[in-house]
């Protein structure tokens, strides 16, 4: 496992952009976002591969927001713009160490998290 940090989350209003970031302590092969709101179980957002060579979005936000990586930094974001009332919630980063057999969007693919940041969108 890996230590991950978010930030960048806060409360904007509909239609603005926020970028959150994850501070890995070492390398992951998968990177991921997965948000969750009080009541629901936590859902995939989107994820990014160690080479850059796949990303993965959910249909929810495809079109909207962008996922990248600085690989030397062990470092990645999530830009997100025209942000809706319905993107409210606790996003969290997800990586994995061990490169299991299992896709990115599975919340078993991963075994390190972030202890999550808020981001509010009002309307």
């Known amino acids: 496992q890996v230590q991950l940090a978010e930030s960048g989350g806060g409360l904007v209003q509909a239609g603005d952009s926020l970028t959150l970031s994850c501070a890995a302590s070492?390398?992951?092969?998968?990177m991921g976002w997965f948000r969750q709101v009080p009541g629901k179980s936590r859902e995939f957002v989107s994820a990014?591969?160690?080479?850059?060579?796949?990303?993965y979005y959910a249909d929810s936000v495809k079109g909207r927001f962008t996922i990248s990586r600085h690989t030397a930094k062990n470092t990645w974001y999530l830009q997100m713009n025209l942000l809706k009332p319905e993107d409210t919630a606790v996003y969290y980063c997800?990586?994995?160490?061990?490169?299991?057999?299992?896709?990115?969007?599975?919340?078993?693919?991963?075994?390190?998290w972030g202890q999550g940041t808020q981001v509010t969108v009002s309307s």
């Open positions: 997800a990586g994995d160490t061990r490169y299991p057999d299992t896709h990115p969007y599975f919340e078993e693919r991963y075994d390190s």
């Open positions: 070492g390398r992951t092969f998968a």
């Open positions: 990014v591969m160690w080479t850059g060579s796949s990303q």
